[in-house]
């Protein structure tokens, strides 16, 4: 399957089936992981709760709770909760639901803020994404070490500016951070709420790995057993996802078989787009 149809697929599940004002049903995609991907969810989940506002406002924060996994092979249910609806603030909850049983709920805070203070973490100095391999020259030659990403549905085009983990681990190094670029494989609608669910969606992926990468290990080649507990963005400024934007990402801490992964969306000036932070359960099994 081509990359593009890949990304055609993300639209696709994006476009949630509307049953009444606050009840959305979202599919899956074709190629999924055995839990149902929670970056998916996520954007979703983000989907539904904007569907549901009375006023065109900005996103601010969205926090999800994973309670349990999702079954690939049974659609998904938005429960959309209206907690708060004025022309510069709203919020929702939606509740991920799946043959009655809670998967995930998200808290969506929506602020139209307008002009006001201004400063910024600065980004890492790394090559432009058009000076660095895809994805995909990466993979060649570990087809058997990480087959999971080898075969999974990569709607998103990702060009590390470091060696992944897998290829680190080869080389019997270290590393304390990750930054990958990131853009959307096809011609994204000018819909923001859609540009938003496709950084949420990505925001799901690479940020553990500096967990594993900090001890110089690498999933497929060491046994790693990890699986994400929350997760929460904080949108800063409007985002394109059909122009590059960098992921730059690191783990302060980890303790007790948890890991801590924090992140920083920048566009290509510079300028940050939003910051993420997720706690996993992280184990190492030598």
Partial sequence: MSRNADFDELLAIL??????????VGAHPSRNPIRTFGGQMMAQAFVAASRSLKYDITPSTLSAHFIAGGDPDVDLEF???????????ANRRVDVMQNGQLLTTALVSYLAGGKGL????????????EAVLPIDELLRGYEDVVPLFVNALRPIEWRYTNDPAWIMRDKGGTLTHNRVWMTAQGPMPDDPVLHTAALIYSSDTTILDSIITTHGLSWGHDRIFAVTTNHTL?????????????YSTTSPV???????????????????????VQEGIVKHFP
Avoid: C, Q, Y
Wanted: aromatic content about 12%; proline content about 7%.
């Fill in 79 to 89: 429960h959309v909760v209206r907690l708060r609806d004025e022309r510069r603030f």
């Fill in 15 to 24: 476009h949630l089936d509307r049953v009444d004002d606050n009840l959305f």
């Fill in 118 to 129: 201004e400063h910024g973490v600065e980004p890492p100095v790394i090559d432009d994404p």
């Fill in 254 to 276: 980890a303790a007790e078989s948890r890991g801590l992964g924090t992140g920083h969306f920048f566009d290509r000036s510079g300028l940050p787009l939003a910051t993420v």
């Fill in 234 to 246: 904080w949108f800063h400024r409007p985002v394109r996802f059909d122009d590059w934007v960098l």
